[in-house]
């Protein structure tokens, strides 16, 4: 088979419709799944337009003809008229109409889907019919605020209609996901006009065990790549969110490890360790980790920092007794493996500095370099620590 389509349309205006046109040859041997065989190939050809319309409505109208190309095939003529709605209320509609005629008969062809919800945007109802099968369904779900450790449902009621009898099935399905397995179970009652009814109960637990490195953890079943998230001492037991994305969080780390299994391969990813739960002074060092993972690739990565403090203090001028405002500071360890962290006094005097490590530290003022304060950190302190007034000492020129 080959195929051939263009499109027009025309972007400065809205007034005109998107013009589309395609043709199709086919040969002798080839089939489409959804039509029965033929003796000779078929010659397609059609065309649709699509209009956009006011307040999120669009439509298609579409005509397309097809005659055989030998044989004793019939020549076929398709409409295609499709609506498609998405409101700002909330619901959704889309409708198709699609009658073929050949040889005097008519074959109709679409459907119709509606979805809506309720105004407090916590349910879910989807109603859809199928032309072709001749079958209705009618669902409702519940819309849960979160993804995980939520309980999860859905009703559904479905019709069918066979050749010999009719099936009217009834069913749901309750579900909760949680960050270290999932678990499911969906009752089904079917009832048939030809008799022989059945009842049907479904369940699943799911969990899997991953490792990396040697670190072993349990978490939801992996589909691809993941990444194993281990504390340090210092955060471990602590409430640390993992939120692929910067988005929802897919995992929690509060004990020994935590397992973010839904890594797609060959594609990058970020994810982000949020740390708003920590106590002050804690920190869960790099904030954002990136990934890009293989085929079925595994991960270990450790979350935490060896600083454990937080220190609040103030500068003053011992000369004029007055707070030295709005300079600007970098405090440099005694042990030069620790990393420097820059600070800012406000308009008292006083300044802040998260993620420090027990020891000894010297204050250096950007804007007064010839003058060194230093405080010390005692051993024992972890979390908020509270320096009080460091005094400010001017040097005297000889």
């Not at 405090?331 to 962290?341: G, H, I, K, S, T």
Request: aromatic share 10%.
């Amino acid at each position: 088979a080959a195929e051939l389509s263009h499109l027009f349309a025309l972007l400065y205006t809205r007034r005109w419709p998107v013009v589309e046109v395609t043709g199709t040859v086919e040969s002798p041997d080839f089939r489409r799944v959804s039509t029965p065989a033929t003796d000779a190939g078929r010659l397609r050809g059609g065309v649709s337009l699509n209009q956009r319309l006011q307040a999120g409505l669009s439509t298609t109208f579409g005509v397309v003809h097809s005659r055989p190309l030998g044989g004793d095939g019939a020549e076929e003529t398709t409409l295609r008229l499709s609506l498609a709605h998405r409101s700002p209320r909330g619901y959704t509609l889309n409708a198709l109409i699609s009658p073929t005629f050949t040889e005097g008969e008519v074959f109709w062809r679409g459907g119709l889907f509606v979805r809506f919800g309720s105004e407090e945007r916590n349910l879910n109802t989807t109603v859809s019919y199928d032309l072709v099968q001749a079958s209705a369904a009618v669902q409702v779900s519940n819309v849960p605020s979160q993804a995980f450790r939520e309980l999860q449902w859905a009703a559904d009621y479905r019709r069918s209609a066979g050749i010999e009898d009719e099936v009217h099935a009834v069913g749901g399905t309750v579900r909760y996901e949680m960050y270290r397995a999932s678990a499911q179970a969906r009752p089904e009652f079917f009832l048939r006009t030809a008799g022989q009814d059945e009842a049907r109960m479904t369940g699943q637990f799911s969990t899997g065990l991953v490792w990396a490195g040697t670190t072993l953890a349990v978490t939801r079943p992996i589909r691809d790549s993941f990444a194993i998230f281990v504390p340090r001492p210092e955060v471990e037991g602590h409430r640390i969110l993992l939120r692929p994305g910067a988005g929802a969080p897919s995992a929690e780390l509060a004990g020994r490890a935590a397992v973010v299994p839904d890594l797609a391969s060959w594609r990058g990813t970020t994810v982000r360790v949020d740390g708003a739960y920590l106590p002050e002074g804690l920190s869960v060092g790099n904030r954002d980790v990136s990934f890009f993972p293989g085929y079925r690739s595994g991960y270990r990565v450790i979350v935490g920092s060896a600083a454990s403090v937080y220190v609040v203090g103030r500068i003053v001028d011992a000369t004029t007794g007055e707070p030295v405002a709005l300079e600007a500071g970098e405090v440099v360890p005694e042990d030069d493996a620790a990393p420097r962290e820059m600070f800012f006094t406000n308009r008292e005097g006083r300044f802040e500095i998260a993620e420090l490590r027990p020891g000894r530290y010297f204050i250096q003022l950007l804007g007064r370099p010839e003058v060194e304060l230093e405080f010390d950190i005692p051993d024992d302190i972890s979390g908020r620590y509270e320096l009080g007034d460091v005094i400010l000492l001017e040097e005297e020129n000889p």
